[in-house]
């Protein structure tokens, strides 16, 4: 089983693939300095395998890359970053703890 998480601007979403399928997604608002995340999801058939974790510490790293800010609309991600310290850096300073 390959996995693979790419980020689809075209639909402003970052998804997780398995086997070449969309099986789940981070949808996202694109703005000038930061990213704001809205909504996660992981097909019934494929939930329980930590594909929404891996999803989302992946578009959190890509995110780093840009160099832009976090803003978590959607409570999975804001839940995630939480439970993994290393990534609250990226939380913009609007963001409230």
């Not at 390959?2 to 981070?26: T, W, Y």
């Not at 909504?39 to 790293?61: C, K």
């Not at 800010?69 to 609250?88: F, L, T």
């Amino acid at each position: 089983m390959s996995e693979d998480v790419v980020d689809n601007p075209g639909k402003s979403r970052f998804e997780i693939l398995v086997d070449g399928e969309v099986v789940g997604f981070a949808d996202y608002l694109l703005l000038p300095t930061k990213v704001v995340f809205t909504h996660t999801e992981v097909l019934p058939s494929h939930s329980g395998q930590g594909l929404a974790g891996r999803l989302i510490g992946h578009a959190l790293d890509l995110t780093r890359d840009t160099g832009l800010k976090v803003v978590p609309r959607c409570g999975y991600v804001a839940s995630y970053i939480e439970r993994h310290p290393d990534y609250q850096d990226l939380l913009d300073p609007s963001v409230t703890r």
